[in-house]
C-alpha cells in the first residue's frame, strides 16, 4: 500500500523520538496509531509554526478585506467607487486639496494626495482621488474570491477529468489525456489573455444564462479552466497507478463493483493531492488574476482588484508610487502565505509527495 | 513682483514687441551658421499608410508639410498668420469667376519632384483623379463639389473628373469647376490631401512607400514597426518662404515604439529632440520644475468631448442629456488632463479662439460666456424629469494617455447621476471608428476633434451635419447621430453665404454653434493646449496652428 495515505507508525516513532519516558511514548504512539490519517495530519500541521503563522497572516488579510464596508463608511468616510476629484481634507488645522496642483516651475499636473498615515487617505489617493487603503480592502475581497473560486472551480475539474481518465482507462483515457495535453501546450497567460480578451469584450451567453462581460464569474471561470491540466495530469498519474495497485487488485478479484472501488479506495486517495493542490493554486490564481487585471482583461471597472490598483497605480509612479506599491505589497504577503501555507499541508497530508517546492 | 522679476518681464516683453519677427525669421547668416545635423523624433507608433492623399492623422500630416506642396498652402508662420492660405505650387491664389464655380490656377515653372521629372498641369489633374481612386477619406465630403466627383465616387477605377479639373499645358494652367460655390475650398487644397504627386504614381494606398516630394525633404526609408528616415530633396530648391522654405537640418530620423515615459526621459537625456506623444500626467510636475526651458504651451483648436447617441436610450432624452452636462465637473476633466495650464473648460462646440466663437455656457452654476461650476442640483431635477435613472450605461473610451481616466470620471458623474455606468476601454486602434458605427449600439463615448482648417463648419458641419450620419458605417463622424433637418437647411445655407461674406457667415456659426449646444448632443469637457517638450540642442522652434511644430524651420546645431 505504498501509495496509501495511511501513516503507518514506523519504529522510529514507537521508540519515542525525544518524547521522554518510554511508557509516555508507548502511549502516544498508541493514540498516533488509532487516530485517521486526516487527524494525524491535521495535528502535523498544527505544529508547523510556518504554516500557523500563514493561517493568521490569511486570516487578518481576509477580515480586513470583510471589514472593507465599514473601513469606507466610518474610518475613510469616502466611496471608493466615486471619483472625488474636487474634494478636500483636514488634516490638523490644513485643508487640503484632494488633487493637488503643482506650483513649481512651470505648475504643471495635478497629483494626488500622498499617505496621510491617518484613517482618511492612509495611503493617499489615486488619479480619481479615490482612498487608496478603502479600495484596496475592496479590491483584496474581489482578489480573494476570485482566486478561491477558480480555485474551487479548478480543483473540481481537474478532479473530475484526471479520475475518469485515469480510472477507466482506454479510449476515454487517450481523449481525454490528449485534451489536457492540447490544453497545456498553450502558454497559460497568452491562453487566459485570449479568452479574457473575446469573452470581455462580448460576455459569456450559456444557454438561458447571460454573464455580463463585468461580471466576477468571467475572470473567474477564465483562470478555474486554464489550469485544469496543471492539476489534472497529476490525478490522473495517481489515479492510473491506484487502479494497478494490490489493494484495487484485490478488490476486483472479490467482484466489489467499480464505483464502489473508486469511491471508497480511490477518491480518498487522491483527496490528499486535491488538498495540497489547494493553497498552491489559490496562490499562482491570485497571481495570475493581477496579471489579468493589470491588462484591464481582468475585473473591469467600477470594480477593483489588487491587480487593477496596481494599473491605476503604474501612471503616478513618479509622483505616487505607494498607489502601485501597496497593492503590490498585499499580492506578495498573501501569495507568500498561501504558499507558506501550501508547503505545510503537503508536509502533513503528503509528507511522501515526490513534486516539492521550495523546501529541501 | 520683485523688482529684478519686472525687469526681467518688462525686457522680455520689449523683445517680444520689437524682435519677435526677427527671431521667427533668422537672417541669412544665422541660418547658414544653423543649417545640418539630424533631427531626431519619436513616437509610440506609425500612422499608418505614408499616402499623403490617404493617411488623415495630425502625427503624419506634420511630415507631409514638408515634403509635399498643393497648388496653395497653409503660411509656414508662427501665430494667427499660419491660418492664411498663401500660393504653392501656383504662382498666385486666383480670383473666383463664374459666381465662386471656376478657379484657374497657373502653376509654377522649373519645380522638380524629387524624382527629377518636372510638375506639369497633367501631374495636378492625375492628383485629383487619384484622390478618388485610392478612396481618400474625405473624396465624398470635401472633393465632392468638383465637377465630375459624383462619377468618380461611384466608379473610382474609371476617375477622369472630365470637366472638373482641366489641364492647358501650353498656358502651364489647371482650371477646377465646381457645382457650386465652396468658401472652403482653397482649404481643402491647402492640406495634405491635396498633394500634388506624378501622374505615374499608382491608383492605390501606397501603405509604406514614399510618394514622390516637391517640399525641402523626401521620406527615403519607412519601416513603421522601427523607423521612418527623411533627407534632403535634392531637387528642391526654395520658390516661396512663406509656402515652403527650405529646412535647416539634413535629415530628420523619426523613431517608432518608445513609450511616452521612454520618449520623455530620452529627451532629458538629449538622446531625442522632440516627441509626438501627450507626455504622461505623472512627469509633468519634473518637467515642469527640471526643464522649463525646453517645454512650449501653444493653443490647439480642438475639443474633448463625449458624444451622446442621441437615437438610443437613455441619450434619446434631452433631458437625461442636460442632466449630464450640468453634473460634469469641466475642472474635473481638465485636472486629469494636467490642469489649467494645460487646458481651457469648454461647453460648446466650437473652440476658444476659431473662427465663429462666441464664448458660450448653459452649463454651470452661473449661464453665461464661462463655465463655473457644475450645477448638481439643476442636474438631478433634470433627471428626475427625465424618469432614466436606473438606466445601464456603457462608456465606451480608448486606452491612449489620460483618456481611461477622463473616461473613468464621466462614469463616475453618470453613477452620482442615477445611471448605472460602466466603463469598456477599448484600443485606440479600433475605439474611433467603433463609436462611429451604430451597429454598436454605443450611448456615449470619449472622443477628440482637432481642426482640418480654420472653418466652424469643420465643426458644426462635419460633426453635427445631417450628411455626416451615416447608420451602419465605421466612417459616420456624426457620433451622436444628430440630425435636426432646421439646423441642418440652415448650416447648408451657411455654407454658400461664407464664399461671399465670411463675416456674416461667421455670425451665423456662432449662432448655430449655442442652438446645437443646447441640444446637448455632447458634454463638450475642454479645448487642450499642445505641450512640446524638445531637447535642449533643438532652436528656433516655430509653432502654426495648422502644422503644429514645422521641422523644417526647428535646428539642432
Given at each position: 500500500?505504498?501509495?496509501?495515505?495511511?501513516?503507518?507508525p514506523t519504529p522510529a516513532d514507537l521508540s519515542g523520538g525525544g518524547m521522554g519516558e518510554p511508557g509516555e511514548a508507548m502511549a502516544a504512539a498508541r493514540t498516533r496509531a488509532t487516530e485517521?490519517?486526516?487527524?494525524a495530519?491535521?495535528r502535523k500541521?498544527m505544529r508547523d509554526r510556518?504554516?500557523?503563522?500563514?493561517?493568521?497572516?490569511?486570516?487578518?488579510?481576509?477580515?480586513?478585506?470583510?471589514?472593507?464596508?465599514?473601513?469606507?463608511?466610518?474610518?475613510?468616510?469616502?466611496?471608493?467607487?466615486?471619483?472625488?476629484?474636487?474634494?478636500?481634507?483636514?488634516?490638523?488645522?490644513?485643508?487640503?486639496?484632494?488633487?493637488?496642483?503643482?506650483?513649481?516651475?512651470?505648475?504643471?499636473?495635478?497629483?494626488?494626495?500622498?499617505?496621510?498615515?491617518?484613517?482618511?487617505?492612509?495611503?493617499?489617493?489615486?488619479?480619481?482621488?479615490?482612498?487608496?487603503?478603502?479600495?484596496?480592502?475592496?479590491?483584496?475581497?474581489?482578489?480573494?474570491?476570485?482566486?478561491?473560486?477558480?480555485?474551487?472551480?479548478?480543483?473540481?475539474?481537474?478532479?473530475?477529468?484526471?479520475?475518469?481518465?485515469?480510472?477507466?482507462?482506454?479510449?476515454?483515457?487517450?481523449?481525454?489525456?490528449?485534451?489536457?495535453?492540447?490544453?497545456?501546450?498553450?502558454?497559460?497567460?497568452?491562453?487566459?489573455?485570449?479568452?479574457?480578451?473575446?469573452?470581455?469584450?462580448?460576455?459569456?451567453?450559456?444557454?438561458?444564462?447571460?454573464?455580463?462581460?463585468?461580471?466576477?464569474?468571467?475572470?473567474?471561470?477564465?483562470?478555474?479552466?486554464?489550469?485544469?491540466?496543471?492539476?489534472?495530469?497529476?490525478?490522473?498519474?495517481?489515479?492510473?497507478?491506484?487502479?494497478?495497485?494490490?489493494?484495487?487488485?484485490?478488490?476486483?478479484?472479490?467482484?466489489?463493483?467499480?464505483?464502489?472501488?473508486?469511491?471508497?479506495?480511490?477518491?480518498?486517495?487522491?483527496?490528499?493531492?486535491?488538498?495540497?493542490?489547494?493553497?498552491?493554486?489559490?496562490?499562482?490564481?491570485?497571481?495570475?488574476?493581477?496579471?489579468?487585471?493589470?491588462?484591464?482583461?481582468?475585473?473591469?471597472?467600477?470594480?477593483?482588484?489588487?491587480?487593477?490598483?496596481?494599473?491605476?497605480?503604474?501612471?503616478?509612479?513618479?509622483?505616487?508610487?505607494?498607489?502601485?506599491?501597496?497593492?503590490?505589497?498585499?499580492?506578495?504577503?498573501?501569495?507568500?502565505?498561501?504558499?507558506?501555507?501550501?508547503?505545510?499541508?503537503?508536509?502533513?497530508?503528503?509528507?511522501?509527495?515526490?513534486?516539492?517546492?521550495?523546501?529541501? | 513682483?520683485?523688482?529684478?522679476?519686472?525687469?526681467?518681464?518688462?525686457?522680455?516683453?520689449?523683445?517680444?514687441?520689437?524682435?519677435?519677427?526677427?527671431?521667427?525669421?533668422?537672417?541669412?547668416?544665422?541660418?547658414?551658421?544653423?543649417?545640418?545635423?539630424?533631427?531626431?523624433?519619436?513616437?509610440?507608433?506609425?500612422?499608418?499608410?505614408?499616402?499623403?492623399?490617404?493617411?488623415?492623422?495630425?502625427?503624419?500630416?506634420?511630415?507631409?508639410?514638408?515634403?509635399?506642396?498643393?497648388?496653395?498652402?497653409?503660411?509656414?508662420?508662427?501665430?494667427?498668420?499660419?491660418?492664411?492660405?498663401?500660393?504653392?505650387?501656383?504662382?498666385?491664389?486666383?480670383?473666383?469667376?463664374?459666381?465662386?464655380?471656376?478657379?484657374?490656377?497657373?502653376?509654377?515653372?522649373?519645380?522638380?519632384?524629387?524624382?527629377?521629372?518636372?510638375?506639369?498641369?497633367?501631374?495636378?489633374?492625375?492628383?485629383?483623379?487619384?484622390?478618388?481612386?485610392?478612396?481618400?477619406?474625405?473624396?465624398?465630403?470635401?472633393?465632392?463639389?468638383?465637377?465630375?466627383?459624383?462619377?468618380?465616387?461611384?466608379?473610382?477605377?474609371?476617375?477622369?473628373?472630365?470637366?472638373?479639373?482641366?489641364?492647358?499645358?501650353?498656358?502651364?494652367?489647371?482650371?477646377?469647376?465646381?457645382?457650386?460655390?465652396?468658401?472652403?475650398?482653397?482649404?481643402?487644397?491647402?492640406?495634405?490631401?491635396?498633394?500634388?504627386?506624378?501622374?505615374?504614381?499608382?491608383?492605390?494606398?501606397?501603405?509604406?512607400?514614399?510618394?514622390?516630394?516637391?517640399?525641402?525633404?523626401?521620406?527615403?526609408?519607412?519601416?513603421?514597426?522601427?523607423?521612418?528616415?527623411?533627407?534632403?530633396?535634392?531637387?528642391?530648391?526654395?520658390?516661396?518662404?512663406?509656402?515652403?522654405?527650405?529646412?535647416?537640418?539634413?535629415?530628420?530620423?523619426?523613431?517608432?515604439?518608445?513609450?511616452?515615459?521612454?520618449?520623455?526621459?530620452?529627451?532629458?537625456?538629449?538622446?531625442?529632440?522632440?516627441?509626438?506623444?501627450?507626455?504622461?500626467?505623472?512627469?509633468?510636475?519634473?518637467?515642469?520644475?527640471?526643464?522649463?526651458?525646453?517645454?512650449?504651451?501653444?493653443?490647439?483648436?480642438?475639443?474633448?468631448?463625449?458624444?451622446?447617441?442621441?437615437?438610443?436610450?437613455?441619450?434619446?432624452?434631452?433631458?437625461?442629456?442636460?442632466?449630464?452636462?450640468?453634473?460634469?465637473?469641466?475642472?474635473?476633466?481638465?485636472?486629469?488632463?494636467?490642469?489649467?495650464?494645460?487646458?481651457?473648460?469648454?461647453?460648446?462646440?466650437?473652440?476658444?479662439?476659431?473662427?465663429?466663437?462666441?464664448?458660450?455656457?448653459?452649463?454651470?452654476?452661473?449661464?453665461?460666456?464661462?463655465?463655473?461650476?457644475?450645477?448638481?442640483?439643476?442636474?438631478?431635477?433634470?433627471?428626475?424629469?427625465?424618469?432614466?435613472?436606473?438606466?445601464?450605461?456603457?462608456?465606451?473610451?480608448?486606452?491612449?494617455?489620460?483618456?481611461?481616466?477622463?473616461?473613468?470620471?464621466?462614469?463616475?458623474?453618470?453613477?452620482?447621476?442615477?445611471?448605472?455606468?460602466?466603463?469598456?476601454?477599448?484600443?485606440?486602434?479600433?475605439?474611433?471608428?467603433?463609436?462611429?458605427?451604430?451597429?454598436?449600439?454605443?450611448?456615449?463615448?470619449?472622443?477628440?476633434?482637432?481642426?482640418?482648417?480654420?472653418?466652424?463648419?469643420?465643426?458644426?458641419?462635419?460633426?453635427?451635419?445631417?450628411?455626416?450620419?451615416?447608420?451602419?458605417?465605421?466612417?459616420?463622424?456624426?457620433?451622436?447621430?444628430?440630425?435636426?433637418?432646421?439646423?441642418?437647411?440652415?448650416?447648408?445655407?451657411?455654407?454658400?453665404?461664407?464664399?461671399?461674406?465670411?463675416?456674416?457667415?461667421?455670425?451665423?456659426?456662432?449662432?448655430?454653434?449655442?442652438?446645437?449646444?443646447?441640444?446637448?448632443?455632447?458634454?463638450?469637457?475642454?479645448?487642450?493646449?499642445?505641450?512640446?517638450?524638445?531637447?535642449?540642442?533643438?532652436?528656433?522652434?516655430?509653432?502654426?496652428?495648422?502644422?503644429?511644430?514645422?521641422?523644417?524651420?526647428?535646428?539642432?546645431?
Amino acid at each position: 500500500m505504498s501509495d496509501s495515505v495511511i501513516d503507518t507508525p514506523t519504529p522510529a516513532d514507537l521508540s519515542g523520538g525525544g518524547m521522554g519516558e518510554p511508557g509516555e511514548a508507548m502511549a502516544a504512539a498508541r493514540t498516533r496509531a488509532t487516530e485517521g490519517p486526516w487527524r494525524a495530519g491535521l495535528r502535523k500541521l498544527m505544529r508547523d509554526r510556518t504554516a500557523m503563522g500563514a493561517v493568521v497572516v490569511l486570516i487578518l488579510i481576509i477580515l480586513a478585506c470583510v471589514a472593507a464596508p465599514w473601513y469606507a463608511q466610518h474610518v475613510s468616510q469616502s466611496d471608493p467607487f466615486q471619483s472625488n476629484l474636487d474634494g478636500q481634507i483636514t488634516i490638523g488645522k490644513n485643508t487640503l486639496d484632494i488633487m493637488q496642483a503643482d506650483t513649481g516651475g512651470l505648475g504643471l499636473g495635478v497629483t494626488p494626495i500622498g499617505p496621510t498615515w491617518r484613517g482618511q487617505y492612509f495611503l493617499g489617493a489615486d488619479d480619481q482621488g479615490r482612498d487608496v487603503m478603502a479600495r484596496m480592502l475592496y479590491g483584496g475581497r474581489n482578489s480573494l474570491i476570485i482566486s478561491f473560486a477558480s480555485t474551487v472551480i479548478c480543483l473540481v475539474l481537474a478532479a473530475l477529468v484526471g479520475t475518469v481518465a485515469g480510472f477507466l482507462g482506454g479510449w476515454v483515457d487517450t481523449i481525454l489525456a490528449r485534451l489536457l495535453d492540447v490544453l497545456w501546450a498553450f502558454p497559460i497567460y497568452l491562453l487566459a489573455i485570449s479568452l479574457s480578451i473575446v469573452l470581455i469584450s462580448k460576455g459569456l451567453q450559456i444557454g438561458p444564462i447571460n454573464i455580463p462581460s463585468n461580471s466576477l464569474l468571467i475572470p473567474i471561470a477564465i483562470i478555474g479552466v486554464v489550469y485544469v491540466p496543471y492539476v489534472a495530469r497529476p490525478i490522473r498519474g495517481q489515479v492510473l497507478s491506484l487502479a494497478r495497485s494490490d489493494f484495487v487488485l484485490a478488490a476486483r478479484c472479490l467482484g466489489v463493483p467499480s464505483s464502489r472501488i473508486l469511491f471508497r479506495d480511490i477518491l480518498p486517495n487522491v483527496t490528499t493531492t486535491i488538498i495540497v493542490f489547494a493553497p498552491l493554486m489559490m496562490a499562482l490564481n491570485m497571481l495570475t488574476e493581477s496579471a489579468l487585471s493589470f491588462l484591464s482583461i481582468g475585473v473591469q471597472p467600477p470594480s477593483a482588484s489588487w491587480g487593477t490598483i496596481i494599473q491605476d497605480g503604474e501612471d503616478l509612479l513618479y509622483t505616487q508610487p505607494m498607489v502601485a506599491i501597496a497593492p503590490g505589497l498585499a499580492i506578495i504577503v498573501t501569495v507568500l502565505a498561501l504558499n507558506f501555507l501550501g508547503d505545510g499541508v503537503r508536509d502533513a497530508f503528503d509528507p511522501r509527495a515526490k513534486l516539492r517546492v521550495g523546501k529541501g | 513682483m520683485t523688482l529684478r522679476r519686472w525687469l526681467q518681464s518688462s525686457a522680455v516683453a520689449l523683445l517680444a514687441a520689437t524682435g519677435l519677427s526677427a527671431l521667427a525669421l533668422p537672417s541669412a547668416a544665422d541660418a547658414a551658421d544653423h543649417t545640418g545635423g539630424t533631427l531626431r523624433l519619436t513616437s509610440s507608433s506609425a500612422a499608418g499608410t505614408i499616402d499623403p492623399q490617404v493617411n488623415y492623422t495630425a502625427q503624419d500630416w506634420q511630415i507631409f508639410y514638408i515634403t509635399n506642396d498643393g497648388l496653395v498652402e497653409f503660411k509656414k508662420d508662427e501665430g494667427p498668420g499660419s491660418n492664411d492660405v498663401v500660393p504653392d505650387l501656383a504662382t498666385s491664389i486666383p480670383k473666383p469667376q463664374d459666381g465662386g464655380k471656376t478657379y484657374v490656377f497657373t502653376l509654377r515653372k522649373g519645380i522638380k519632384f524629387s524624382t527629377g521629372a518636372e510638375v506639369t498641369p497633367d501631374d495636378v489633374v492625375a492628383s485629383f483623379q487619384r484622390l478618388f481612386k485610392v478612396s481618400n477619406p474625405n473624396a465624398g465630403s470635401w472633393y465632392n463639389v468638383i465637377v465630375g466627383a459624383d462619377a468618380c465616387i461611384k466608379t473610382p477605377a474609371t476617375c477622369t473628373l472630365a470637366g472638373g479639373v482641366v489641364a492647358d499645358d501650353k498656358a502651364n494652367t489647371i482650371t477646377f469647376h465646381l457645382t457650386q460655390p465652396d468658401s472652403e475650398f482653397f482649404y481643402k487644397l491647402a492640406t495634405p490631401f491635396g498633394s500634388i504627386l506624378p501622374a505615374n504614381t499608382p491608383p492605390k494606398d501606397l501603405g509604406t512607400t514614399p510618394a514622390a516630394a516637391t517640399g525641402p525633404y523626401m521620406i527615403t526609408s519607412n519601416d513603421p514597426q522601427k523607423a521612418m528616415i527623411l533627407k534632403r530633396n535634392p531637387y528642391f530648391k526654395e520658390w516661396s518662404a512663406a509656402a515652403q522654405p527650405a529646412g535647416y537640418v539634413d535629415e530628420i530620423d523619426y523613431t517608432f515604439g518608445t513609450k511616452p515615459e521612454d520618449e520623455i526621459t530620452a529627451i532629458e537625456n538629449g538622446q531625442q529632440d522632440w516627441m509626438f506623444d501627450t507626455p504622461p500626467a505623472d512627469r509633468l510636475p519634473e518637467m515642469s520644475r527640471k526643464f522649463p526651458k525646453q517645454i512650449h504651451i501653444n493653443p490647439l483648436f480642438a475639443i474633448f468631448y463625449a458624444p451622446m447617441n442621441v437615437n438610443i436610450a437613455p441619450f434619446n432624452n434631452k433631458d437625461a442629456r442636460l442632466a449630464v452636462n450640468y453634473a460634469f465637473n469641466r475642472r474635473s476633466a481638465v485636472d486629469i488632463y494636467g490642469g489649467p495650464r494645460l487646458a481651457v473648460p469648454n461647453c460648446q462646440i466650437l473652440p476658444p479662439g476659431f473662427p465663429g466663437y462666441k464664448p458660450y455656457c448653459p452649463y454651470t452654476k452661473n449661464p453665461g460666456t464661462k463655465w463655473s461650476a457644475p450645477d448638481m442640483a439643476k442636474a438631478k431635477s433634470l433627471m428626475a424629469a427625465s424618469g432614466q435613472a436606473g438606466q445601464k450605461v456603457t462608456v465606451i473610451s480608448d486606452d491612449q494617455n489620460t483618456d481611461p481616466q477622463i473616461s473613468t470620471y464621466l462614469v463616475s458623474v453618470l453613477n452620482q447621476l442615477g445611471f448605472k455606468a460602466t466603463l469598456k476601454v477599448i484600443s485606440a486602434n479600433i475605439q474611433f471608428t467603433y463609436i462611429q458605427n451604430t451597429k454598436n449600439n454605443v450611448q456615449i463615448s470619449l472622443s477628440q476633434w482637432y481642426q482640418d482648417y480654420p472653418a466652424a463648419s469643420d465643426f458644426i458641419n462635419v460633426l453635427l451635419g445631417c450628411g455626416s450620419f451615416h447608420p451602419g458605417s465605421d466612417a459616420s463622424i456624426n457620433i451622436s447621430g444628430f440630425c435636426d433637418k432646421t439646423i441642418d437647411a440652415a448650416i447648408q445655407k451657411n455654407l454658400v453665404t461664407a464664399v461671399t461674406d465670411p463675416k456674416a457667415a461667421n455670425a451665423e456659426w456662432a449662432k448655430l454653434d449655442h442652438e446645437l449646444t443646447d441640444q446637448a448632443p455632447w458634454v463638450t469637457m475642454f479645448t487642450p493646449k499642445q505641450l512640446d517638450f524638445v531637447s535642449k540642442r533643438l532652436g528656433n522652434f516655430s509653432y502654426s496652428d495648422q502644422f503644429k511644430v514645422i521641422f523644417s524651420q526647428v535646428w539642432v546645431q
